[in-house]
């Protein structure tokens, strides 16, 4: 999720895991400094992953 924060995202994201059913295996990967976010899917059964927000870079990439 790309906030730190619970907010109508995150509470639609986990309303799609519920309606998507068993047979799946659902992933939150959450900001590393996101840990209500984190918390907020745990608390709910869902694993969580974590990463880091990076800086936008408007430099293309070399394709050597």
């Known amino acids: 999720m790309p906030w730190p924060g619970v907010g109508g995202t995150e509470h639609?994201?986990?309303r799609l895991m519920r309606a998507v059913g068993e047979g799946f295996r659902h992933t939150a990967f959450c900001l590393d400094d996101?840990?209500?976010v984190?918390?907020?899917f745990r608390h709910e059964g869902i694993?969580?992953?974590r990463?880091?927000?990076r800086a936008a870079?408007?430099?293309p990439s070399s394709s050597t």
């Open 51 to 53: 990463w880091a927000r």
């Open 34 to 36: 996101a840990s209500s």
């Open 38 to 40: 984190e918390a907020f």
């Open 57 to 59: 870079s408007y430099r």
């Open 47 to 49: 694993e969580t992953g």
């Open 12 to 14: 639609a994201t986990l």
